[in-house]
């Protein structure tokens, strides 16, 4: 039996109009008369279908539309064209029934109350979403031990580090349990353990409440901790719906060394595919299976300062992997 | 109601926000209390030359005064740090986590922040004003009661439409906060009978920037020297300008959606 | 002494460029200036009218060259250190101006005068709108107007100091808003801004002369309106002179005390 999607959406698209203005003292008199308007296509004929309970990243490097997506999807801007229906509600209508079963949690951008604790801010939701006190009950004990709340509620916002807030706040936006959940960019800035905690939250979150979670990152970490599908929209396009592995073993075939050497003239070649050498640092390409191997052999042959290895960025993957690939 | 719950709820959110900085208290009361005696020592000044002022008596003036702390400490304890909430909002995009609420944006933005301590304003107001009335004495009775009581709601929906006009423009253009300097600056004339000024200015303060409907207007009321007509015009127009500020506001959360006019 | 011509140099540079920038606040700030003496004058002509045409020797007339020319006079004496120093308290930046080689009163001047130049267009343009509009009484006398000058290069020099030395409060407490909200409010009624001095009670006009703040406002603008005797006019520029030399010294001493306590508690 086939039940009908979370989100649907057919050739969605968004076009920002925004004034063209250039550098220079000319230009600047110019605008006052005329303004020139140029037409931004943020997101650009994309269709795909959520299933209620599916966790799907959605990943791409930064101005690729995710984010606006995120935003239509959510009800905050108006689609230019296409069709649009999460929990068979128009979004953009914004009616209230539709609110209710949604929540938006952004990184960087906060909503709790600065100077009160968060259980205080918690308080201050539950008066909105007017959810009943037992539930309200059930569902901050169930957040404060899935995240490990029970010391922060108490202090004030601005005490609380980083990562202590993010949690905050993906726990204030979860207290109506929303059937819908957007997450846009949640891991941003915040350490490496933090990240993980987060991502093993939302993992655990979709099991056992069956919320359907679509995550936007341009961190690859994030997706392939949570999601067995993934989207990828570049330039507004959607490069590739479908299952993480594929994507993985094109991902995952390659490593990214970069190495700040010590005053020497060394022939990198011999290490891997050499990407860049300027000033002593370079920029080395290795097959995946080989950088322990290269690592060890480059710190002990040659004066290493810094060396650090990094999975290849996005738009890096991106360019090559879909470039390469037939349409 | 709906409304008052969340009002309660923004209450105790303000109040919690402050108590963390108790000292804050006896700062504004220091200030206030400065504040007020400046103007009682000013008007003592002004009526040791003359025993009225442009028609108002000093027990009339008074009651001005006790107006302007009251209206005055009732905008800056609400509507002034919501709708300076509002424009910081749009401007950096936590206004998406108001919109993204089940709830009416326009209540939630207008009840957002309550700076708590303004209430020693609103507490000397009504100070004066209870001072005032024991001089005007039994030229006050339950007529003019009334008429206050309906010329300070028409005073302050006015007052905050214009507030949500201003701040709803923010939605089109950057440097919104310093058009609202101009009403701190015209509201301190306020403190004075609109009458007093020339006519191209009290045209300003009445239908430009509504200094006149929050405080002269009440007062009048008070003093009884408030007209049937100049009652019902602040009425009207308080209902009109609700009307109209809704729907700019309104206007301005579609431009904000980008949705297409 | 070149150090300290580049200094000013700099500082006019400054601000025009962030006048340049900030053209709508400028507006705005203007239209608050002119509400100040228009409402003074305003309340005051109501007085003199409803007291038989004059009060105190002002008629509406006088009034409004009275508050005119006190905004003029308040704008090229009034200095804003206070809150710098508090400011500067406040973010921890304050060390950084102790570190310079120079001593800091001479930036603090340099912003002052450059930013009052630039806004001094402005003032006149508002001056220009109430002469229009309130048609106030001027009675020129040769000789004041020719020691209006040097008074009031006294009052901006005196105010300066005084108000320089009481911002240096803020080595000793954060609190620093407090004392100058006293002050704001004792020089609102003792330097002449509520009401001229002459129509105030004998113990306010006796507190006047007595502290700085006849001499630092009311002073120069009684001067000018021609309201003085010579008698007069030469003892106040002796009192004007007796108060610099005070506040000079009084500036050395808690300059060195606020030293002494900032660097005590570890700045």
């Known amino acids: 039996m086939e039940s009908s999607p979370a989100i649907r959406i057919r050739n969605l698209s968004k076009t920002f109009v925004v004034t063209k203005r250039e550098a220079g003292l000319r230009a600047a008199l110019r605008s006052l008369v005329h303004r020139r308007k140029e037409e931004v296509r943020a997101v650009d004929g994309i269709s795909f279908d959520l299933a209620p309970g599916e966790v799907v990243g959605f990943l791409g490097p930064n101005g690729a539309g995710k984010t606006t997506t995120l935003k239509m999807l959510s009800g905050l801007l108006h689609p230019t064209s296409g069709e649009l229906a999460v929990l068979g509600y128009r979004p953009w209508k914004r009616e209230k029934a539709y609110l209710r079963q949604i929540t938006l949690v952004m990184g960087q951008r906060n909503q709790l109350v600065w100077d009160i604790p968060a259980a205080d801010s918690f308080e201050l939701n539950r008066a909105i979403y007017r959810i009943p006190a037992a539930d309200y009950r059930r569902t901050v004990d169930e957040l404060t031990d899935l995240l490990e709340l029970k010391p922060l509620l108490g202090k004030p916002v601005r005490n609380l580090s980083l990562g202590e807030r993010m949690k905050c706040e993906i726990a204030v936006s979860l207290l109506h349990r929303p059937q819908v959940v957007f997450l846009d960019e949640p891991t941003i800035g915040l350490d490496v353990t933090m990240q993980r905690r987060i991502r093993s939250f939302i993992a655990e979150y979709n099991r056992r409440n069956g919320a359907t979670v679509l995550l936007t990152s341009h961190y690859m970490a994030d997706v392939e901790a949570l999601c067995r599908r993934v989207i990828v929209i570049h330039r507004g396009r959607l490069l590739y719906d479908g299952q993480l592995s594929a994507l993985v073993r094109s991902f995952s075939a390659h490593k990214t060394i970069v190495v700040q050497l010590g005053d020497c003239q060394a022939d990198l070649r011999a290490y891997g595919e050499v990407v860049s050498y300027e000033d002593g640092r370079a920029t080395l390409r290795v097959a995946k299976a080989e950088t322990a191997r290269v690592t060890g052999r480059l710190l002990a042959d040659l004066p290493v300062i810094d060396l650090t290895v990094e999975d290849p960025p996005i738009e890096e993957v991106i360019e090559r992997v879909f470039a390469q690939e037939p349409k | 109601m709906r409304v008052l719950r969340l009002l309660f709820v923004f209450v105790r959110v303000g109040v919690m926000s402050e108590l963390a900085y108790r000292a804050n208290f006896f700062v504004q009361l220091f200030e206030s209390l400065l504040e007020l005696g400046t103007a009682l020592a000013g008007m003592a000044v002004i009526f040791s030359h003359t025993a009225t002022l442009g028609g108002w008596r000093s027990d009339e003036i008074l009651a001005l005064v006790g107006v302007y702390f009251l209206v005055g400490g009732a905008i800056r304890l609400l509507i002034q740090p919501s709708m300076e909430q509002l424009i910081e909002s749009v401007h950096e995009g936590t206004l998406d986590f108001t919109l993204i609420k089940p709830e009416d944006a326009q209540l939630l933005v207008s009840l957002q922040r309550v700076e708590i301590w303004k209430l020693t304003d609103i507490v000397l107001g009504f100070g004066v004003l209870a001072v005032a009335l024991a001089r005007l004495g039994a030229r006050v009775g339950v007529r003019q009661a009334a008429a206050f009581a309906a010329a300070l709601l028409a005073g302050g929906v006015i007052v905050y439409s214009f507030w949500l006009i201003l701040a709803t423009l923010s939605f089109w253009f950057i440097r919104v906060e310093n058009i609202l300097m101009i009403f701190q600056s015209m509201y301190e004339a306020g403190r004075w009978p609109v009458s007093l000024y020339p006519g191209w200015l009290r045209f300003f303060m009445t239908f430009l920037i509504p200094v006149a409907f929050a405080t002269t207007i009440p007062a009048q009321a008070l003093a009884g020297r408030l007209t049937w007509p100049t009652l019902l015009g602040a009425a009207a127009l308080a209902g009109v300008l609700f009307i109209v500020s809704r729907l700019f506001w309104r206007a301005g959360i579609r431009h904000y959606s980008g949705a297409s006019a | 002494m070149k150090e300290l011509r580049d200094i000013y140099v700099q500082q006019f540079k400054t601000s025009f460029a962030s006048m340049l920038q900030y053209r709508a ?114 009675h020129f006398v040769p000789w004041a107007m020719a020691a209006f000058l040097p008074a009031l290069f006294l009052a901006f020099i005196l105010r300066f100091l005084v108000e320089w030395t009481l911002a240096l409060a803020a080595f000793w407490t954060t609190r620093v808003s407090a004392v100058n909200q006293v002050y704001f409010v004792a020089a609102l009624f003792l330097s002449g801004q509520i009401a001229p001095l002459s129509l105030l009670p004998f113990p306010v006009r006796l507190a006047s002369a007595i502290l700085p703040f006849r001499w630092t406002v009311a002073f120069p603008v009684e001067l000018f309106l021609g309201r003085l005797t010579p008698v007069q006019a030469l003892t106040g520029m002796a009192a004007q002179s007796a108060w610099l030399i005070l506040s000079l010294v009084l500036l050395r001493i808690v300059w060195r005390a606020g030293l002494r306590v900032y660097s005590a508690v570890g700045a």
């Open chain 3, 25 to 138: 606040a400028l507006v705005i700030w203007l239209i608050g200036h002119i509400l100040e003496p228009l409402i003074s004058l305003v309340v005051w002509s109501a007085v003199s009218r409803s007291s038989g045409g004059s009060v105190g020797g002002f008629s509406a007339a006088d009034f409004a060259a009275y508050f005119l020319v006190l905004m003029l006079v308040n704008h090229a004496t009034y200095t804003w250190v206070m809150f710098t120093y508090e400011y500067q308290v406040r973010q921890g930046t304050l060390s950084s101006v102790l570190l310079r080689p120079l001593h800091p009163i001479h930036s603090d001047i340099a912003d002052n005068v450059s930013s009052k130049l630039v806004t001094l267009p402005g003032m006149l343009f508002v001056a220009a709108i109430l002469i229009v509009v309130f048609r106030p009484a001027f």
